[in-house]
T-cell receptor, first 112, second 115 residues
Framework: GENVEQHPSTLSVQEGDSAVIKCTYS??????FPWYKQELGKRPQLIID?????GEKKDQRIAVTLNKTAKHFSLHITETQPEDSAVYFC???????????FGKGTKLSVIP | DTGVSQNPRHKITKRGQNVTFRCDPI?????LYWYRQTLGQGPEFLTY????????KSRLLSDRFSAERPKGSFSTLEIQRTEQGDSAMYLC?????????????FGPGTRLTVT
């Protein structure tokens, strides 16, 4: 089955700096890659996603890039703010399946 | 609130008891998913419904677990003879009916504690 590795597990940045979180996946047939933000005690919230036919997608301060050849995708957050502090999860969905396989998460701390 | 809802939000039970959780998806969604999340981990897939049909099941879903979605609307997840290892957050998610829409939206979860 699919396996998703996520790095780093923790990340601290100064407010205003950029943050990058990286994930790799094992199933070359995977075709959908969402990112979720989960604040303490809250539900995972979808913040951005990308499909395998697209290399990059941007939404204001958040962007995701996908390299299908290398089987990795990354989340980029620019101009970080304290409210960006949370745990971020990447996930992959295989072709012909609707289940998401999640990484173990990255705890992002934005220091004011 | 038009999002995914789950009840109860918290459940404390003694080992060996049965528990049942309910999930109400977003009304126009026909796909419904159950995941389990333990502390410090990402959600792990348990099972998936399209309308009332259960189409995918994880090997994590042992014989003690059963899920239903009898009328293609709300779903229930039952755990029989609970074990301490079942303690986790049980998350429900739903998604649109069209094949071109992939986004899964999560509910707030039911936190199960088995003592």
């Amino acid at each position: 089955g699919e396996n998703v590795e996520q790095h780093p597990s923790t990340l601290s940045v100064q407010e205003g700096d950029s943050a990058v979180i990286k994930c790799t996946y094992s199933d070359s047939a995977s075709n959908y890659f969402p990112w979720y933000k989960q604040e303490l005690g809250k539900r995972p919230q979808l913040i951005i996603d990308i499909r395998s036919n697209v290399g990059e997608k941007k939404d204001q301060r958040i962007a995701v890039t996908l390299n299908k050849t290398a089987k990795h995708f990354s989340l980029h957050i620019t101009e970080t703010q304290p409210e960006d502090s949370a745990v971020y999860f990447c996930a992959a969905q295989g072709a012909g399946s609707y289940q998401l396989t999640f990484g173990k998460g990255t705890k992002l701390s934005v220091i004011p | 609130d038009t999002g995914v809802s789950q009840n109860p939000r918290h459940k404390i039970t003694k080992r060996g008891q049965n528990v049942t959780f309910r999930c109400d998806p977003i009304s126009e969604h026909n796909r419904l998913y159950w995941y389990r999340q333990t502390l410090g981990q990402g959600p792990e897939f348990l099972t998936y419904f399209q309308n009332e049909a259960q189409l995918e099941k994880s090997r994590l879903l042992s014989d003690r677990f059963s899920a239903e979605r009898p009328k293609g609307s709300f779903s229930t997840l039952e755990i029989q003879r609970t074990e301490q290892g079942d303690s986790a957050m049980y998350l429900c998610a739903s998604s649109f009916r069209t094949s071109s829409r992939y986004e899964q939206y999560f509910g707030p979860g039911t936190r199960l504690t088995v003592t």
